[in-house]
């Protein structure tokens, strides 16, 4: 299965695609969490990257380009994967296509998940990440056991950096000039598959898996 995340910022992707690899044992592909986890090693990636991140910019196709590259050579990328945050421009859902095409792939689908631009503001200003595993968290919708404490690991719990609200207004519209345009990309390709992201996270997944099934 080689499946694209697409969806605004706090939509759930990460939420579901812990579900998702889980189902259909491949890869989870984050370019988000590739960031993040080269800005806390302060590779040169890294400090390039963050200087966009924190205002709640897009990092640069051609660095976003690089790291992808980097990660499908991986043997565990063979037989499929699932892309979490990438492709978030219409150049980089062209260069995944090519990079596709150069070995005869193609994606299986697009899961699009939908939610309200109120909703989002609530997730993520809620949303708390592990600092040790990178589970996600919700003071409202899935809070930990013992507050600020990790159920998976006891690893601390923290809040990211780009959720604070006026970064995340910053990334709600870029995601809105950007990666919306996307939407339509693939559904011209008929490979969308688009699901209500508002309701409970377990209900999401039924509604993925069911429209997987059917695709
Ligand atoms: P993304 O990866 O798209 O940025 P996350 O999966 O990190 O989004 O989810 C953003 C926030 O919303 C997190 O705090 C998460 O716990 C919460 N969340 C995810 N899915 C749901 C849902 N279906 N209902 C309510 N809250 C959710
Ligand atoms: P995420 O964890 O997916 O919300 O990504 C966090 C931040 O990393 C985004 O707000 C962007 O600044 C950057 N980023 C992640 N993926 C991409 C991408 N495909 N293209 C450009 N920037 C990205």
């Given at each position: 299965m080689r499946i694209?995340?697409?969806?605004?910022?706090?939509?759930?992707?990460?939420?579901?695609a812990s579900?998702i690899i889980g189902?259909y044992n491949i890869p989870h592909i984050s370019?988000?969490d590739i960031?993040?986890?080269?800005?806390?090693?302060?590779?040169?990636?890294?400090?390039?990257?963050?200087?966009?991140?924190?205002?709640?910019?897009?990092?640069?196709?051609?660095?976003?380009?690089?790291?992808i590259?980097?990660r499908f050579?991986q043997p565990d990328c063979a037989e499929g994967f699932l892309l979490d945050?990438?492709?978030?421009?219409?150049?980089?859902?062209?260069?995944?296509?090519?990079?596709?095409?150069?070995?005869?792939?193609?994606?299986?689908?697009?899961?699009?998940?939908?939610?309200?631009?109120?909703?989002?503001?609530?997730?993520?200003?809620?949303?708390?990440?592990?600092?040790?595993?990178?589970?996600?968290?919700?003071?409202?919708?899935?809070?930990?056991?013992?507050?600020?404490?990790?159920?998976?690991?006891?690893?601390?719990?923290?809040?990211?950096?780009?959720?604070?609200?006026?970064?995340?207004?910053?990334?709600?519209?870029?995601?809105?000039?950007?990666?919306?345009?996307?939407?339509?990309?693939?559904?011209?390709?008929?490979?969308?598959?688009?699901?209500?992201?508002?309701?409970?996270?377990?209900?999401?997944?039924?509604?993925?898996?069911?429209?997987?099934?059917?695709?």
């Amino acid at each position: 299965m080689r499946i694209v995340l697409l969806g605004s910022p706090g939509s759930g992707k990460g939420t579901q695609a812990s579900r998702i690899i889980g189902k259909y044992n491949i890869p989870h592909i984050s370019t988000g969490d590739i960031f993040r986890d080269n800005i806390k090693r302060q590779t040169s990636i890294g400090l390039e990257a963050k200087k966009f991140i924190d205002k709640g910019h897009l990092v640069p196709d051609d660095l976003t380009l690089k790291i992808i590259e980097d990660r499908f050579i991986q043997p565990d990328c063979a037989e499929g994967f699932l892309l979490d945050g990438f492709p978030r421009t219409i150049v980089q859902a062209e260069a995944l296509e090519l990079e596709l095409q150069k070995n005869v792939k193609k994606l299986d689908a697009v899961v699009n998940l939908d939610v309200h631009d109120e909703a989002i503001i609530s997730r993520m200003t809620g949303r708390r990440v592990c600092s040790k595993c990178g589970a996600t968290y919700n003071l409202t919708f899935n809070k930990p056991t013992v507050d600020n404490i990790c159920d998976k690991c006891g690893g601390a719990l923290l809040i990211r950096e780009d959720d604070k609200l006026e970064t995340v207004t910053n990334r709600l519209k870029v995601y809105k000039t950007e990666t919306q345009p996307l939407i339509d990309f693939y559904k011209q390709k008929g490979i969308l598959i688009t699901v209500n992201g508002e309701l409970d996270a377990e209900v999401v997944f039924q509604n993925i898996c069911n429209a997987l099934e059917q695709f």
